[in-house]
């Protein structure tokens, strides 16, 4: 082997000398190259780390707001299982509950506390952006978060017990008090009841406090409380056969598009937007719906590495063992890339402060709505 040192280089002077020496500097290299290949030894940059090696070995903490047995906790689970794979250095990939304040304990952690190198990330509560955007006391902004990917839209229905509760269509619900379970004051379970109290006329009364959106359809199970808000896709996993029979009936919705077999439920957003300030708030308010369930990090994660989760999270979703996975366990995918979910939410964000002020005062007056 010829040390790269040893070449002799010639000895001439001036601006036309350095170029020179250059030239022969980097004849050297080559030659230098070549020698060590015959040799059979590698040449590269083996003491500089690649970008693509920062996962290796590390493991990603998934952060939900909600107990792991919910319906949050089930999405964080399977994107837990197959997101690995794709992510260069296969880290390993735990989920982690922090339930509290109707899933603002988990935002505000992720905004404020989790480190910002792309070990923490989080499925959010639908509702992160229009809570951030509506409230007077959060903590966190939600123009900070990055956007991964969804891997579906929301539709959510408020479900009886037609027999027990008498109750089979929203009219019914303005002449007879039903109990509504809700996890927090500003979830969508409670927001939603109480919109339809305000506009409506039903008689709806909010119970909060609930673990998780598990515990409250527990609670319903049982008879504890007559109307159960859920994602549509669970009721006809847990309970198609009483939806066949007519036991269980929705009597309202909320999301972009009608409950498929029930175009006569009535969309919340149907029943909005009699003024300007419904508008404001409805324009908003609606943004959990194509939200739904998404993968998001903290502020300050590098670009480079957001692109790189985006891009596992994207060739995931192409997967066939997750698709497998997701139709044995009858999850709807409607997923969305996370460039384009981030420009729907900027969206949003950037709407004119007059209207968000409007919105303000509308969702505060649901607030301190009484049951």
């Not at 409380?225 to 198609?240: E, G, H, I, K, M």
């Amino acid at each position: 082997m010829v040390p790269l040192g040893s070449f002799d280089y010639p000895k001439v002077a001036g601006r036309r000398a350095m170029k020179q020496r250059f030239k022969c500097m980097a004849a050297a290299v080559l030659a230098w190259v070549a020698v060590a290949t015959s040799h059979g030894i590698s040449v590269h940059a083996a003491n500089v780390p690649s970008a693509d090696d920062f996962y290796a070995g590390k493991t990603v903490k998934l952060v939900i707001g909600t107990g792991v047995g919910g319906e949050y906790g089930l999405y964080a689970q399977l994107i837990a299982r197959h997101l690995p794979r794709y992510v260069k250095g296969k880290p390993t990939f735990v989920v982690e509950s922090m339930p509290g304040a109707g899933g603002r304990r988990a935002h505000n952690y992720l905004a404020k506390v989790a480190p910002r190198d792309g070990t923490v990330l989080s499925v959010p509560f639908a509702n992160v952006v229009s809570d951030g955007l509506l409230s007077d006391d959060v903590q966190f902004d939600p123009a900070g978060f990055q956007w991964i990917g969804r891997i579906k839209d929301q539709l959510l229905v408020g479900v009886v017990w037609s027999k027990r509760s008498k109750v089979n269509t929203l009219s019914d619900a303005t002449v007879r008090e039903l109990v509504a379970g809700s996890v927090g004051a500003t979830t969508s379970t409670a927001i939603n009841p109480r919109l339809l109290n305000l506009i409506v006329g039903t008689r709806f009364k909010v119970v909060t406090g609930y673990r998780g959106t598990n515990d409250v359809q527990i609670a319903w199970e049982r008879g504890e409380v007559d109307l159960l808000q859920t994602p549509w896709d669970t009721v006809l996993d847990r309970f198609s056969d009483r939806i066949a029979s007519g036991d269980v009936v929705p009597i309202y919705a909320f999301g972009n598009k009608a409950v498929p077999g029930f175009e006569n439920v009535r969309l919340i957003g149907e029943v909005l937007g009699r003024n300007d300030i419904e508008k404001a708030f409805l324009k908003i308010y609606a943004s959990s719906s194509f939200i739904g369930r998404s993968l998001m990090a903290p502020p300050g994660v590098p670009s480079e590495r957001v692109t790189l989760l985006r891009s596992a999270f994207g060739r995931m979703l192409s997967d066939t063992a997750f698709k497998m996975e997701a139709e044995k366990d009858r999850t709807r995918l409607s997923p969305m890339g996370g460039a384009e979910l981030g420009s729907a939410i900027a969206e949003i964000l950037n709407y004119p402060t007059r209207h968000v002020t409007q919105a303000r005062e509308f969702y505060r007056r649901l607030l301190v709505q009484t049951n």
